[in-house]
């Protein structure tokens, strides 16, 4: 098999000519928060994964995938909409790949976007919390195995992941839009079990706000090739243990839809200023 970094190209290459675009600015990763999103789009071209060479296509019921580009602004916008996930046993080189391949084309920041399990004082059901920084729980790292020194260096300094400039312009953005906006620190669980109350105190107590299954595979590899990052989650539910009933998935949705008009109006006011 040829190279990741050959294969990126190829893919980053298949984005620019199905989008009749050169270049593009910022990507964001719809999770399963960002609702219709994609319908409230002025323009857009719509493209299925299966057409993007490498692109792993998803399969959670509700995660279509489907790469749209659009601008915000003088920003040209990947969105990806539908991610694989560990816990469907992808292996991380897969799983991150269509980030990286939209990376390489050229985009200078990556918006993630997720929902999660609030553990940390003050979330509660409902909320939208910008993710201040993470703590990879889930015993695994996209980065393992050979380091291709073209992407990034073998390793990475994880200082501030989540750009603080562009944490400072989300707040205030926020701000402007009167939605409310916290900041917290995101653990990243394996999945797919939610976690158990013993795990969500065990998170809490080394300093997470916010439990998921996703978000920081991502994260990691756009780090790793030198990217400006901001994270949103939206916090569907409290974690395991500090919820008093049990945890469900069509919870999470329902929840996630409650929210949608709120991470909406945050985000395309948002997409245009970075
Ligand atoms: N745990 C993990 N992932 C999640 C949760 C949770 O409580 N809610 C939404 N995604």
Same mark, same amino acid.
């Given at each position: 098999m040829t190279d990741l970094y050959d294969r990126l190209q190829t893919a980053a290459q298949a984005i620019a000519e199905a989008t009749g675009h050169a270049r593009h600015d910022v990507v964001v990763v719809l999770g399963s928060a960002s609702g219709d999103f994609p319908e409230h789009l002025q323009e857009s071209t719509a493209i299925p994964y /299966?057409? #993007? /060479?490498?692109f792993p296509v998803p399969a959670v019921k509700g995660h279509a995938g489907t790469l749209y580009s659009t601008t915000f602004g003088d920003n040209r916008v990947l969105l990806l909409s539908g991610r694989v996930h560990a816990y469907e046993g992808y292996n991380p080189d897969v799983l991150t790949f269509a980030v990286k391949a939209c990376l390489a084309a050229g985009c200078h920041t990556l918006v993630v976007t997720n929902a999660a399990g609030g553990c940390g004082d003050g979330m509660t059901a409902g909320s939208i919390v910008l993710i201040a920084d993470h703590i990879n729980?889930?015993? #695994? @790292? /996209?980065?393992?195995?050979? @380091?291709d020194d073209r992407l990034g260096t073998r390793f990475p300094d994880m200082s501030d992941t989540y750009t603080p400039g562009l944490r400072r312009l989300a707040l205030e953005v926020a701000a402007e839009q009167d939605i409310a906006l916290s900041e917290g620190v995101y653990a990243w669980f394996l999945g797919p079990t939610f976690e158990t109350p013993a795990e969500v105190e065990m998170a809490r107590r080394l300093g997470a706000d916010l439990v998921g299954m996703s978000t920081v595979p991502e994260v990691i590899c756009a780090r790793h090739m030198g990217r400006n990052i901001i994270g949103l989650s939206v916090v569907t539910n409290l974690a395991a243990g500090i919820a008093t009933h049990r945890l469900t998935h069509e919870d999470v949705t329902a929840t996630a839809n409650l929210v949608k008009e709120d991470f909406r109006r945050l985000l395309s006011a948002l997409l245009p200023r970075i």
């Open positions: /299966p057409q #993007i /060479p490498g729980l889930a015993g #695994i @790292n /996209p980065l393992m195995g050979p @380091n």
